[in-house]
């Protein structure tokens, strides 16, 4: 029997992940739709003021061209099938992972001194999930290789604050220091709130786990 607020794995066999694919299909539709349903769904600050509050959730989904795309939808595939199986990060939990990144990024874009108008992409998320994962990896196995990418992880958000450039891949926007930032730190407090917080967290993990269940596969 697995232990309340256990992190699950899968033991053998495989299992459809269901949560990430139709997120990625939802990223991937927006885009195929067009500007039109960009320019309806993206992070737009003024239209957010003027009460088109959806923006604030769906601007993460929308993305300025395919490589963008790509880049974003594979990573986040292959990452959250690596935290499912690897680190034990059940799909439930990494709905409430995404949830955190998606609160602080908008909070942290809103309150910028930089005032950016428009945002998009789902990059900034992933760095929530990533820095739960690293942690994760941490505690599990001590490597010194898990601290260097800790460390390569971090130097790429400093390098695209200081440069306003992506690393990887081409956008028409300068890369926005408080989405990948914002992520990071959103991941490492939920991380936080979890060790803080343990009865909340694990009730609604139990609420969650009945609209959409996940179990240990052997």
């Not at 990452?79 to 908008?106: C, K, N, P, W």
């Not at 942690?135 to 390098?159: P, T």
């Not at 695209?160 to 956008?171: G, H, Q, S, W």
């Amino acid at each position: 029997m697995q232990p309340e607020g256990q992190s699950e794995r899968n033991h053998g066999g495989i299992s459809l992940p269901w949560f990430p694919l139709l997120l990625t299909g939802a990223m991937a539709l927006i885009h195929h739709i067009g500007a039109a349903a960009s320019d309806m769904l993206i992070f737009d600050r003024a239209k957010i003021m003027d009460g088109e509050l959806w923006r604030l959730v769906t601007g993460h989904l929308v993305h300025l061209n395919f490589q963008h795309l790509i880049w974003n939808g594979l990573a986040y595939l292959v990452l959250a099938v690596m935290a499912r199986h690897d680190e034990g990060i059940s799909y439930t939990r990494q709905g409430a992972i995404i949830f955190a990144g998606v609160a602080a990024i908008d909070t942290a874009i809103l309150l910028s001194p930089t005032q950016l108008s428009q945002y998009a992409g789902f990059s900034g998320v992933l760095n929530a999930l990533w820095a739960v994962m690293i942690v994760e990896a941490w505690r599990q196995k001590r490597s010194g290789f898990i601290a260097l990418i800790g460390f390569l992880s971090l130097a790429k958000i400093v390098y695209e604050a200081v440069t306003a450039e992506t690393l990887f891949f081409y956008t028409p926007w300068p890369a926005a220091f408080e989405g990948h930032a914002g992520g990071a730190v959103a991941g490492l407090l939920f991380l936080v709130a979890e060790r803080a917080w343990p009865v909340p967290f694990s009730r609604a993990r139990r609420l969650v786990s009945r609209i959409y269940p996940t179990k240990t596969v052997h």
